[in-house]
Every structure is written in C-alpha cells, then in structure tokens.
C-alpha cells in the first residue's frame, strides 16, 4: 500500500527533555533531531489503554511488555491492509503492530532499538560472533551461523536475533521453525528486517514536560489560527458557530475561535448512532464554557435508509449524506438562512482534506460557509494544545477509539470495530443484530458480517518494506 505523503513530517525530539517537539528547538533552547516515521505521519500520545494494549501483545508474543512506566509513548497510523501503527518511544520508532483481520490478533513488529526497553524471554535468535557484522548491515540469518534457538518458535514468527553476549543485533522474521532449524546445515532461518538508522535515547517524562517544550511552537500556531479566524469573520459578516462533534479537532477549533471573537454556539450534527461519551463530552463542553448547543436529530433517518439500502459501505456512504449533511442544510435554513462554521478540518486527515480548500462550501450545504482554522496541524498539534489548555476531551480517546463518531461507520478499521465489540458489547450486539436481518433478507453468505465485507470488499495490500 502507498505511503500517503499529506504534509510536512514534523516530529522531531529532544534529548535534553526526552520529549516530542514540532520543530527544529525545544523550549529548553536544545535543538532537536528528527524522527524517521513513515507518512502520513499524523502523529498522537498513546494513553494508559494504549500502553496496556500494546504490552499485553508483547508480553503475548516475546514474554514481556515494551514500554516502561514514565517514558512518553507516541503512535503513528500507517497504510496497511487494515491497522498498523508505529510506536515511537525515546525518539526512535522502536515498533509497530498490525492487526491481522482474518485472524482477529494483533502482531507485534519490533525493530532493533526496542531491546533498550525490554529483554525478551522467548522468541529469541542466538547467532555466532561471525555473523554479527553482517546481520548488522541487514544480512539474514543462514544455518552455518546458528548457534541457538528458543524452543516454540514457529515458521513466519517474528523474533530478536542476539549474539553470543547477549546483545541484540538484528530482528526480523523466521523462515525456519525451531524443530526445522536446529537440523539445517544449509539455508535462511531468519530473514532480518532492515535497520532504519535511527538513534534511540531513553527517559523519563511527562506530557506536561511536551508540553512545555513545545510552548513557543503552539504559541506560533495558535496565533495564526487566531489570526485565520479573525479574518474569515471579518470578510463574512454571518451568524457563526463552531462544527462540533465531539472529537478532539472541534474541540481544538473551539478553543481556537473563542479567543478569536468569543463565544458563539455549537452545531452538532445529532445522527442518533454516536457513543453515549460523545453526547455526554457535549454537554460537558457546552456547560465548561457556557455554550448554546444547537442540534439537529435523525436517527430515524438513518434506519429508514437503512432499510431500503441496506448498510452503508466506504464507497457508498450514504449516511453522511441522510443523517448529517440534509438535517445541517435545513437546520441552517430554518435557524439562520446562511451561517458560516468553523470545522475541525485538518489536511492530515486524507487526501481529501489535504486538497480541500481552507475555506469552502459543501455542494449539498450551500447555506454553510465553512473555515479550517487547525488545517495545518497534526494530531500532536492537537493533542498539546489540548492538554495547555486543560480541555475537557472525550473519554472514548482513552478507550483506544482514536476517531470520535457513529460507532458503526463503514471507514472504521476492523481492529476498531474489535475493540467497539469488546468495550461496548450492547451497541455491537444491536448492531449485528441488523446485520444479520440484512444477510438473511438477502441470502448473503456468512462471511459478509465475520469479515466485514458489509462494508467494503477487502482488498490485498503490500507490506511495508520496513516491515516485511
């Protein structure tokens, strides 16, 4: 699958703070280096649920967890065939994991700077001291080289290949199990990943410390959205009000207008199918900083539709279309005639968005002027602002639901609808419960709902070739 290039990639790191910044000087005056992360490099915090998640697949596969207490962890969602995401921890991409959809697990993808945070206990390569230098430089791991090999692992299981000493030179993925390999006297036992050059420093800090690191950068880019906004209001004297969802980014864009020309109200595309922690972060917003909240409802259009079309799929979403973009139209006719909406758009977000103009009208919305004052961010942007800020985000970001809206939405990855079906069983149940009714309608084989194919028709991807 192609690497999505959508904008500059601006992680950087300090050493000196052991922290994230969005640019080329920390706060603390340290310059900072660059991380290599594959593109689009939307870069956000793992929290607590991620860190659990993450260490329960490593403790799974290698016998112990990857990310320590105290050091600041970072994601990066990458093309796959379904879910992968890169874990940066010490400025360095240390892993990846990817959610095998077929099989419903995740696996773990380490590369070489992982072994400055954990020993493994299984799932281990022992070569010999003349093989070192090469697998070093990315040769594989051939049998005359093989000096040993934990019991159990199997042929395509990844594994960390050590040298006699106990230091890891390489990772990558077994060609040969462990029964096979022990006989070979000839061939490929592992074929070794290739070493991104990427320097690794490990310490412990708090997203406070980013925070503060990056203190001069969100000044910067929170006086150009402020500026943005100003601008845009002035030009277009209509009713305004913030495009709120209940995500991060409008929350963001909230913060971001109020400062600009204070308090106006917001618009809350109400389709009856969100999580009950978005409508709950609506009302908390509204009330922290005395907000009108106004607000369309169509859930009943949606199940009407759904009954005639069946559920909705990537590329044929009618739902936005029955359930957000109709309802806004004659929302905004009827309150204001025209309005003009301030939207968390961010260009980070797809191609779509990274070509969509900063200020634009939808074809169906024509009544709605709409501006992206955040365009420009990442969600690391996003995130730190977030948190200077002290806002109230919504819970589902700490229950490993990284893209607030419906629960069932057919762009959603499988691994995210596995976590729906684990976290929320009751809203899956129902949901499948309809499924199921659509399958037996219309004499669709079992394999539409256990693999998904209600939502699209799965296509095969290439691996990343820093994976593979």
Same mark, same amino acid.
């Given at each position: 699958?192609?690497?999505?290039?959508?904008?500059?990639?601006?992680?950087?790191?300090?050493?000196?703070?052991?922290?994230?910044?969005?640019?080329?000087?920390?706060?603390?005056?340290? /310059?900072? $280096?660059?991380?290599?992360?594959?593109?689009?490099?939307?870069?956000?915090?793992?929290?607590?649920?991620?860190?659990?998640? =993450?260490?329960? +697949?490593?403790?799974?596969?290698?016998?112990?967890?990857? =990310?320590?207490?105290?050091?600041?962890?970072?994601?990066?969602?990458?093309?796959?065939?379904?879910?992968?995401?890169? +874990?940066?921890?010490?400025?360095?991409?240390?892993?990846?994991?990817?959610?095998?959809?077929?099989?419903?697990?995740?696996?773990?993808?380490?590369?070489?700077?992982?072994?400055?945070?954990?020993?493994?206990?299984?799932?281990?390569?022992?070569?010999?001291?003349?093989?070192?230098?090469?697998?070093?430089?990315?040769?594989?791991?051939?049998?005359?080289?093989?000096?040993?090999?934990?019991?159990?692992?199997?042929?395509?299981?990844?594994?960390?290949?050590?040298? /006699?000493?106990?230091?890891?030179?390489?990772?990558? $993925?077994?060609?040969?199990?462990? &029964?096979?390999?022990?006989?070979?006297?000839?061939?490929?036992?592992?074929?070794?990943?290739?070493?991104?050059?990427?320097?690794? +420093?490990?310490? $412990?800090?708090?997203?406070?410390?980013?925070? /503060?690191? !990056?203190?001069?950068?969100?000044?910067?880019? &929170?006086?150009?959205?402020? $500026?943005?906004?100003?601008?845009?209001?002035?030009?277009?004297?209509?009713?305004? !009000?913030?495009?709120?969802?209940?995500?991060?980014?409008?929350?963001?864009?909230?913060?971001?207008?109020?400062?600009?020309?204070?308090?106006?109200?917001? %618009?809350?595309?109400?389709?009856? %199918?969100?999580?009950?922690?978005?409508?709950?972060?609506?009302?908390?917003?509204?009330?922290?900083?005395?907000?009108?909240?106004?607000?369309?409802?169509?859930? #009943?259009?949606?199940?009407?539709?759904?009954?005639?079309?069946?559920?909705?799929?990537?590329?044929?979403?009618?739902?936005?279309?029955?359930?957000?973009?109709?309802?806004?139209?004659?929302?905004?006719?009827?309150?204001?005639?025209?309005?003009?909406?301030? =939207?968390?758009?961010?260009?980070?977000?797809?191609?779509?968005?990274?070509?969509?103009?900063?200020?634009?009208?939808?074809?169906?919305? @024509?009544?709605?002027?709409?501006?992206?004052?955040?365009?420009?961010?990442?969600? %690391?942007?996003?995130?730190?602002?977030?948190?200077?800020?002290?806002?109230?985000?919504?819970?589902?970001? /700490?229950?490993? +639901?990284?893209?607030? @809206?419906?629960?069932?939405?057919?762009?959603?990855?499988?691994?995210?609808?596995?976590?729906?079906?684990?976290?929320?069983? #009751?809203?899956?149940? #129902?949901?499948?419960?309809?499924?199921?009714?659509?399958?037996?309608?219309?004499?669709?084989?079992?394999?539409?709902?256990?693999?998904?194919?209600?939502?699209?028709?799965? &296509?095969?991807?290439?691996?990343?070739?820093?994976?593979?």
């Amino acid at each position: 699958m192609r690497r999505s290039y959508l904008g500059k990639l601006a992680l950087h790191w300090c050493d000196h703070c052991h922290v994230p910044v969005l640019g080329s000087r920390c706060a603390c005056g340290a /310059e900072t $280096r660059p991380v290599p992360i594959t593109p689009p490099g939307d870069i956000r915090p793992a929290f607590d649920a991620d860190i659990r998640h =993450i260490n329960a +697949i490593w403790g799974e596969y290698f016998g112990s967890g990857l =990310i320590p207490d105290g050091h600041l962890v970072l994601l990066n969602k990458i093309p796959d065939a379904d879910r992968m995401e890169e +874990i940066i921890l010490g400025g360095s991409v240390v892993s990846a994991i990817r959610y095998i959809a077929d099989e419903e697990r995740w696996e773990p993808i380490p590369r070489r700077a992982a072994a400055a945070f954990m020993q493994p206990s299984k799932q281990r390569v022992i070569v010999d001291r003349g093989a070192v230098e090469s697998i070093r430089q990315g040769s594989s791991v051939l049998a005359p080289g093989l000096v040993g090999m934990d019991d159990g692992i199997g042929e395509g299981d990844e594994v960390f290949i050590f040298d /006699e000493d106990g230091q890891c030179v390489g990772v990558g $993925r077994a060609k040969a199990g462990t &029964e096979d390999a022990r006989t070979m006297q000839r061939g490929m036992i592992v074929r070794t990943r290739k070493n991104v050059p990427s320097l690794c +420093i490990p310490g $412990r800090a708090s997203w406070d410390d980013a925070v /503060e690191a !990056n203190r001069t950068i969100l000044d910067r880019v &929170e006086a150009e959205a402020v $500026r943005f906004v100003c601008d845009v209001a002035a030009k277009n004297p209509l009713p305004a !009000n913030v495009s709120y969802s209940g995500g991060k980014d409008s929350l963001a864009t909230l913060l971001i207008v109020r400062k600009a020309i204070g308090d106006i109200p917001l %618009l809350f595309a109400d389709t009856g %199918l969100e999580f009950a922690e978005t409508y709950r972060n609506i009302e908390e917003v509204a009330s922290a900083y005395g907000l009108e909240v106004i607000r369309t409802g169509s859930a #009943d259009a949606f199940w009407e539709a759904f009954a005639r079309e069946g559920p909705p799929a990537v590329d044929k979403r009618w739902c936005c279309k029955a359930c957000k973009l109709l309802p806004v139209r004659d929302l905004i006719t009827e309150q204001w005639g025209e309005c003009l909406s301030f =939207i968390g758009q961010r260009k980070y977000e797809s191609f779509a968005r990274k070509n969509s103009p900063r200020v634009w009208r939808n074809g169906v919305v @024509g009544c709605q002027l709409s501006a992206a004052p955040i365009q420009h961010w990442t969600a %690391l942007h996003v995130w730190l602002y977030l948190f200077r800020e002290h806002a109230p985000y919504n819970a589902l970001y /700490e229950q490993r +639901i990284d893209r607030i @809206g419906c629960y069932l939405c057919p762009s959603s990855d499988m691994a995210v609808f596995a976590t729906i079906r684990e976290e929320f069983p #009751d809203l899956w149940a #129902d949901w499948q419960a309809r499924l199921v009714w659509w399958q037996t309608a219309h004499d669709l084989p079992g394999e539409w709902i256990e693999k998904g194919l209600w939502r699209r028709i799965g &296509e095969s991807a290439d691996e990343d070739s820093s994976y593979s």
